[in-house]
């Protein structure tokens, strides 16, 4: 997100993740009590048989029972490995059993702590944007993969894109990390015609029909609607309606309202090569005081302002929201289950806010940097078998593993296509949750997911989600070369773009909740005051310089 949580929402979520199970809840899984030094939780490499080669998987070596830690930095994260056919499939074929250790809270307050210590899981999965990732590299907690692949694992380098490798090379040459949900310049040229956007503005079906489908384009457009829900639909099941749904707001911000808006208003990134502030943009801030004028009219509920995921995911579920700008796939769940009750129930996608001209809007599709990314400890219990692991997880053969899962169990061959048996199929379209405890598969596990190579056997995408799919056809743009610039870390511009990010994160609820637009525009100079004296032209340096790299490597990938 260029340090916004837009790009956390964007990027998060790309390309068939409403296959992703996005059930909220935290805590580790049983298997973090395993003592190391039980006998499958080696420190060393065992005893090789067969020499490693560039022409055979690495993991096939050794099959022997080993346990990694691995660490996934989103609390909301609830599946545990080898309660389901899919990931007792992928045991018994590699040897290696995965305990998820996984936030109860705060997950920065989590990751902060473990670098803090100098102790890491085994792996370790977070997104690309995150201060972390530039943390534990400089920290010397993570190890270069291009050097275990030359010492343990030659094959890494075949099944591996040289694209994504060269993409997060380190100034040392080294690598640490790999993206899942990552598309290259060629990918996208490739792909582009089945490139899905997760960014969608979304409206309850059966209450935007019953009024008239009005037009939201327009700030009074979008306003009358929520009056005109409000007033028709005071209530569902006994309570208070809320008129409009957001992204959950975080100590930098809210990505429904930063990155995501701009692009419905088709802000543009850059001019002439410059870097664009999108920031200060007039549409962004006519819109910005659109919202606060809905608050002004008793529009936003409180509940904006407060809930974190598992609250707003309740209340998807029993439809209380009017309207949402929010990322499609981040509620399958809660939407099967209103389509189970009530086809007519359910949230569709419609032209949302809109600049002046209403241009159509420029939505993020996938992007080089992915979605999260992978780095493996120094610390790690085994170094040959985890490079190994890690290689068979982003091989095809690892990929199909993991989203078809076992031959015979929810998948065949039918008509000649390797594909999910239909009461498989059925499972998975009708109840996620049940489907990822009883099979496993389609990505329950994501952390190594190409969303790119998984086509082939992706089924045809059905109702309720595929209206808000085909909504986002031909909006979708790549912004790769606008990924990975903002400043992170101790660097004199990583602290300035950190205390950015935290008064935007104070100064915009700020906004919404202001008495009138003159207090507003009082808030927003105080804002640019504050953006400057914390060092706003070294950071939109250090930025035009990471871009212009960046434009530079995505055409070198091109050739």
């Known amino acids: 997100m260029r340090k916004n949580a837009f790009r956390k929402s964007s990027l998060l979520l790309l390309a068939f993740t409403l296959m992703l199970s996005l059930a909220a809840c935290g805590g580790s899984s049983g298997d973090e009590s395993k003592s190391a030094d039980q006998p499958e939780n080696k420190t060393e490499p065992a005893a090789e048989t067969k020499t490693v080669s560039a022409d055979e998987p690495g993991w096939k070596i050794d099959t022997s029972p080993i346990t990694f830690d691995w660490y996934l930095n989103f609390s909301w994260f609830a599946n545990k490995w080898g309660v389901d056919p899919t990931s007792q499939y992928v045991t018994k074929k590699t040897g290696v059993k995965l305990n998820f250790i996984v ?180 549409e962004y801030i006519r819109w910005l005081k659109t919202f606060r004028q809905a608050n002004e009219q008793g529009l936003l509920a409180k509940d904006v302002f407060i809930d974190k995921r598992p609250q707003m995911e309740e209340k998807i579920a029993q439809g209380r929201y009017f309207s949402m700008m929010y990322q499609r796939s981040d509620f399958a769940a809660q939407e099967n289950a209103l389509y189970a009750k009530d086809p007519n129930s359910v949230y569709i996608a419609v032209d949302g806010p809109a600049n002046s001209k209403l241009d159509p809007p420029t939505l993020s599709g996938p992007g080089i940097s992915g979605w999260t990314v992978t780095l493996i400890s120094k610390k790690v219990k085994d170094k040959a078998r985890a490079i190994r692991f890690l290689e068979y997880l982003i091989s095809e053969e690892g990929q199909k593993d993991l989203f078809l899962g076992e031959k015979g169990v929810s998948y065949d061959t039918i008509d000649g296509k390797d594909q999910f048996k239909p009461e498989v199929l059925d499972l998975l379209n009708k109840d996620r949750s049940a489907f990822d405890k009883k099979y496993g598969s389609s990505l329950t596990f994501w952390m190594m997911q190409d969303t790119n190579m998984i086509l082939q056997w992706v089924p045809a995408s059905v109702e309720p989600f595929k209206q808000m799919e085909d909504w986002t056809k031909g909006k979708t743009k790549s912004f790769s070369q606008y990924d990975n610039i903002s400043p992170t870390g101790n660097s004199e511009e990583g602290v300035a773009g950190t205390k950015i990010a935290q008064t935007w994160g104070k100064t915009l609820p700020k906004l919404l909740l202001s008495k009138s637009d003159e207090e507003f525009d009082k808030l927003w100079a105080e804002f640019l005051e504050k953006r400057d004296k914390a060092g706003f032209d070294k950071v939109e340096t250090f930025k035009q310089a990471k871009f212009e790299d960046n434009v530079k490597k995505l055409q070198e990938f091109l050739k």
């Open 103 to 282: 936030p109860a809270g705060n997950e920065n307050e989590k990751l902060n702590t473990m670098i803090a210590s100098g102790s890491l899981p085994d792996f370790i999965t977070l997104g690309w944007w995150e201060d972390g990732v530039k943390s534990m590299i400089e920290g010397d907690l993570v190890l270069p993969l291009n050097k275990l692949a030359d010492e343990y694992d030659p094959y890494f380098m075949k099944v591996a894109d040289p694209a994504k490798l060269s993409w997060y090379k380190q100034d040392d040459g080294n690598t640490y990390v790999y993206p899942n949900s990552s598309s290259s310049p060629k990918d996208f040229e490739k792909y582009s015609r089945e490139y899905l956007s997760n960014q969608t503005f979304l409206v309850r079906k059966d209450m935007y029909e019953a009024l008239g489908k009005p037009d939201m384009r327009t700030p009074e457009g979008f306003l009358n609607a929520l009056k005109l829900a409000k007033e028709k639909f005071p209530q569902v099941d006994g309570q208070p309606l809320i008129p409009f749904g957001l992204t959950e707001f975080h100590d930098a911000g809210n990505g429904s309202l930063e990155g995501y808006l701009q692009n419905f208003l088709a802000i543009p990134y850059e001019k002439d090569g410059k870097l664009y502030d999108r920031q200060t943009d007039p």
